[in-house]
T-cell receptor, first 116, second 114 residues
Framework: NAGVTQTPKFRILKIGQSMTLQCTQD?????MYWYRQDPGMGLKLIYYSVGAGITDKGEVPNGYNVSRSTTEDFPLRLELAAPSQTSVYFCASSYSSGQGLGDTQYFGPGTRLTVL | AQSVAQPEDQVNVAEGNPLTVKCTYSVSGNPYLFWYVQYPNRGLQFLLK??????LVKGSYGFEAEFNKSQTSFHLKKPSALVSDSALYFCAVRDWDNNNDMRFGAGTRLTVKP
């Protein structure tokens, strides 16, 4: 199993550009998540999905969009990049048979994004 | 909403000494508590979690954590630190009332010196 994979590893964007961060998991997990990690701030949840076709907002969703057309993939879209979106982005997945409360999340290696 | 505090940005210990990384939490209901570790340029890796039951939880790499409801704490401990334990440690909490939102602390950088 590759686990959770993310592409690209690094990206530099200009203000106003758009891009999609890719995330794929091969563990057949139903839950998937996107976080951003800012220095000294821990991780903040952007969006999550409890299954294909279902997505919901997390703590900091503004400026981002997601889709979940398959169990494996959960891409994160930035439509109009802003300097405030400079961060490290992590995708994670977990398996839940219930409400997902005690699930262990498995993280990808991250994407470092800089917006200039 | 739930929240987590890690009061120490940095913890330094000598190899072979016991280590403690502190975490306190705030939730409206019952908490689900987690510890994750992050090595340089890597994603977070799960260490251990408290869901219910025994207050002392044992996890990977010899780490353990004690859930203390009265003090709303979940400190991470290890009896004998290794240089390879040096990393960034995150405490996280989920609340029964807001079950899809996990809140992370800001992280504590542990440095173990030989």
């Amino acid at each position: 199993n590759a686990g959770v994979t993310q592409t690209p590893k690094f990206r530099i964007l200009k203000i106003g550009q758009s891009m999609t961060l890719q995330c794929t998991q091969d563990m057949n997990h139903n839950y998937m998540y996107w976080y951003r990690q800012d220095p000294g701030m821990g991780l903040k949840l952007i969006y999550y999905s409890v299954g294909a076709g279902i997505t919901d907002k997390g703590e900091v969703p503004n400026g981002y969009n997601v889709s979940r057309s398959t169990t494996e993939d959960f891409p994160l879209r930035l439509e109009l990049a802003a300097p405030s979106q400079t961060s490290v982005y992590f995708c994670a997945s977990s398996y839940s048979s219930g409400q997902g409360l005690g699930d262990t999340q498995y993280f990808g290696p991250g994407t470092r994004l800089t917006v200039l | 909403a739930q929240s987590v505090a890690q009061p120490e940005d940095q913890v330094n210990v000598a190899e072979g000494n016991p280590l403690t990384v502190k975490c306190t939490y705030s939730v409206s209901g019952n908490p689900y508590l987690f510890w994750y570790v992050q090595y340089p340029n890597r994603g977070l890796q799960f260490l251990l979690k408290y869901i219910t039951g025994d207050n002392l939880v044992k996890g990977s790499y010899g780490f353990e954590a004690e859930f203390n409801k009265s003090q709303t704490s979940f400190h991470l401990k290890k009896p004998s630190a290794l240089v390879s334990d040096s990393a960034l440690y995150f405490c996280a909490v989920r609340d029964w009332d807001n079950n899809n939102d996990m809140r992370f602390g800001a992280g504590t950088r542990l440095t173990v010196k030989p």
